[in-house]
């Protein structure tokens, strides 16, 4: 496994016997072992880059108390530095879904746990926030994918769209919208098409979707698995549809979730939730210090 963070800066530190304030050699020499660190926790290179600038200028000159190793005190200004690129919203896990029926975006790379993540939210707003939740799947290319979605619905309660053959995204998007306002729901969730690449004409579908329902939140699920394929994606997605947040899947894996330090950094978006397994209760609110541990080892 990875080499704890503390414990490979004990060994920059070796030479320092005294407390006293970080020098700028201390520093660098410190921040080369802070950039392997992330660069194995799958932070992408340029954002761990940009990390280590700020925690340079942070821990230069800092003074060293007697009760902590320089070492420790590097890691400490590492730690609260992540945790204050990571934190986004105050309670991440709240959505803005005020004014009903809110529509819901989903949106992300298939395979990225899209449909699962739609079905654990509405498990969650309907059980956390009693709230009253219709679901669609517009992935009119895949019937699978629709299916998939009706039968997640079935097991945890809440109702899906009926799925209409030859429809396209647009028009089940406001038939859900129809729906969603006579049948009095809170909010409805829209499963957008998965896509394997970012792709002009889907990425044009998602526009008209957006434009159709206007969506009070927008969310990206991508696989937390994934370094800098997952920037690439928010990047595109922030770009071409907009976003209001993310939600990172396969937090329960074994990666270190350094996605979501590149995620936050490069969309400035904030991660919403994590998910932590297949079930459909497996979905947490983000909690910037457990991440922050977690890309520190
Ligand atoms: P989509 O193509 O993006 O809609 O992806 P799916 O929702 O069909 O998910 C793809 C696979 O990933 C399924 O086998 C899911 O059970 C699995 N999956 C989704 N989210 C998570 C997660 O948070 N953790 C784990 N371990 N598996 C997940």
């Keep these: 496994m990875f080499e704890n963070l503390s414990e490979r800066l004990g060994g920059v530190f070796d030479r320092l016997t005294k407390a006293g304030a970080l020098s700028a050699d201390d520093v660098t020499a410190a921040l080369r072992e802070v950039r392997t660190a992330l660069l194995e926790a799958d932070v992408s290179l340029p954002v761990a880059r940009d990390f280590i600038k700020r925690v340079q200028v942070k821990a230069t000159g800092a003074s060293v108390t007697k009760s902590v190793t320089p070492g420790q005190q590097v890691v400490k200004i590492v730690h609260d530095e992540l945790i204050a690129t990571l934190r986004g919203d105050e309670d ?18 298939q395979g990225s746990g899209k449909t699962t993540t739609t079905a654990k939210l509405a498990r969650r707003l309907k059980e956390r926030e009693g709230k009253r939740v219709l679901m669609a799947s517009l992935d009119t290319n895949r019937p699978a994918a629709m299916e998939q979605l009706a039968i997640l619905g079935t097991q945890i309660g809440v109702d899906t769209l009926p799925i209409v053959k030859g429809e396209n995204a647009v028009q089940i998007a406001k038939r859900a919208k129809s729906q969603a306002t006579m049948g009095g729901y809170d909010v409805y969730l829209l499963d957008t098409a998965g896509r394997l690449h970012i792709d002009e004409v889907l990425m044009d579908e998602v526009q008209a979707v957006r434009d159709a329902v206007n969506p009070r939140e927008t969310l990206l699920v991508v696989d937390g698995l994934t370094g800098q394929d997952a920037v690439n994606v928010a990047t595109e997605f922030e770009g071409k549809v907009g976003i209001t947040g993310v939600v990172l899947t396969r937090m329960d894996g074994d990666g270190r979730g350094g996605a979501a330090l590149s995620m936050r950094a490069v969309t400035g978006k904030p991660i919403r939730f994590v998910g932590m397994g297949e079930k459909t209760d497996a979905l947490e609110s983000f909690e910037a210090e457990r991440v922050a541990g977690r890309i520190l080892g």
Excluded: E, Q, S
Aim: no cysteine; net charge positive; proline share 22%.
């Design 92 to 109: 991440p896990g709240k959505l803005k879904i005020d004014n009903p029926p809110a529509p819901v975006l989903m949106v992300g790379l």
